[in-house]
């Protein structure tokens, strides 16, 4: 029988593809190995969003024709769609399907290599994603998405209602909703629909699971998305909100007509009505034109912010894109306010969990280790409790007992 194993690399809109992925070739006969050295068939869905991306698919593809070189390799998702010729060439790569192939990538693969009956499931990740929305409107001036991923396009209510509806009958108790732009979700329908009224009809699905959203642009968030999210009982209490920078001047530059202000509203509006909501956003630093003054602003910004969490991404050009032809900010400097930056994060998210420290929350079990499980809270804290023969994918209760810059230590007091 033939195996399979995915590589994923960047975003959430990959990984909900692979997702899926997963799931059709194991119904088709397929088996899951989740060692790339040990499969047959190697799918990569990739990303050119930093240079750093790139380097890491390249990486990635050296080491299986390292260490499995009799392996098939199907390259795609955003590096492949941009520069497929870096892929062509290489020896053991099968296929490099663009953007839109990759739509049917099962299809292709069935058709073209042999397989036995349908196996039985095994779990590709212990929460299910669910692509909704693809593609980009906007023009920000670093982002080369828009141009690899075209423009926005919304999957029906049908579709996604009925994914749904399988993978809860699957067992799966945390559907995560993904898609570039999500807030755009249903804006390209006739008549046009919105995320809040889809989030409504998931809610309305028999069978109970939580629901998290994964990234919204705080752009294009409505009052009564916000106050719907901030209310449901089944929406976790987790906004992932892009901000960037916390210079007004950057933003500008950037192209994103949204200002500090803002986001500090919409950020005080949720924490208001939840104390413990897990607030998170991704900075860029050393954009183009970055001086130390914006650097100031942007640091002072998070650290006054009641953000719990934050990502940092060092700037770096990408082809096709407005700000790459711009004067750059010197390495070692943008390096250097990466790091301060990474520091202040640690602090600010050690301080929220400690806030969360001998309170309970719910979770999902998400990994099962020889000496330990992992939960992850619907508030997003990755909780390590004592081995349990609690099965992956199931919804638990945790206290949080400890709390150390590295690590959330608690127990389960259901399951
Ligand atoms: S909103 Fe801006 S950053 Fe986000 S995908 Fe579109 S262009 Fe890129």
């Excluded at 950057?250 to 949204?258: A, E």
């Excluded at 032809?325 to 301060?340: F, L, P």
Aim: proline share 5%; hydrophobic share 35%.
């Amino acid at each position: 029988m033939k195996s399979f194993s995915i590589q994923t690399f960047g975003c959430r809109v990959n990984q909900a593809e692979a997702f899926l992925w997963a799931d059709e070739l194991q119904k088709q006969g397929w088996r899951f190995e989740k060692d790339s050295t040990r499969s047959d068939l190697v799918l990569m869905n990739t990303c050119t969003l930093t240079q750093s991306a790139d380097r890491d698919a390249r990486k990635f593809i050296r080491s299986v024709s390292r260490s499995n070189p009799n392996a098939r390799v199907i390259v795609t998702g955003c590096y492949a769609q941009r520069s497929p010729e870096d892929f062509r060439e290489l020896p053991q790569v099968w296929k490099v399907l663009s953007n839109a192939e990759k739509l049917n990538l099962v299809s292709q693969v069935s058709s073209c290599l042999s397989h036995a009956g349908p196996e039985p499931l095994l779990p590709f990740r212990s929460r299910a994603l669910v692509k909704i929305q693809d593609g980009c409107d906007f023009r920000c001036t670093f982002c080369i998405i828009p141009q690899v991923r075209g423009q926005s396009r919304s999957v029906s209510q049908e579709k996604i209602l009925s994914q749904i509806r399988e993978q809860i009958d699957q067992g799966f108790k945390e559907i995560v909703l993904t898609g570039i732009h999500l807030c755009s979700y249903g804006q390209d329908f006739d008549p046009p629909s919105s995320l809040l009224d889809l989030l409504r009809k998931i809610e309305n699905l028999d069978g109970s699971t939580w629901v998290r959203l994964s990234s919204l642009d705080p752009r294009s968030l409505s009052l009564p998305l916000l106050e719907h999210m901030t209310k449901s009982e089944k929406i976790c209490p987790h906004f992932h909100l892009s901000l960037q920078t916390g210079s007004d001047r950057i933003l500008g530059l950037m192209g994103r007509k949204i200002r500090g202000r803002d986001f500090e509203r919409i950020l005080a509006y949720i924490r208001n009505r939840d104390p413990f909501a897990a607030l998170g956003t991704d900075i860029i630093v050393g954009f183009p034109g970055e001086c130390e003054d914006d650097f100031t602003a942007t640091y002072e910004f998070l650290t006054r912010s009641p953000l719990t969490y934050f990502h940092v991404f060092t700037y770096s050009p990408r082809p096709l894109t407005e700000a790459a032809s711009w004067s750059q900010v010197d390495t070692k400097v943008k390096k250097e306010r990466a790091a301060r930056l990474r520091k202040l994060a640690g602090i600010k998210n050690l301080a929220f969990r400690k806030q969360c420290l001998r309170r309970e929350f719910p979770g999902i079990v998400i990994k099962r280790e020889k000496d330990h499980t992992q939960v992850l809270t619907n508030n997003y804290i990755k909780v390590r409790v004592p081995s349990s023969r609690i099965q992956e994918r199931s919804e638990v209760e945790v206290r949080i007992t400890k709390v150390t810059p590295k690590l959330t230590e608690g127990k389960i007091i259901r399951a």
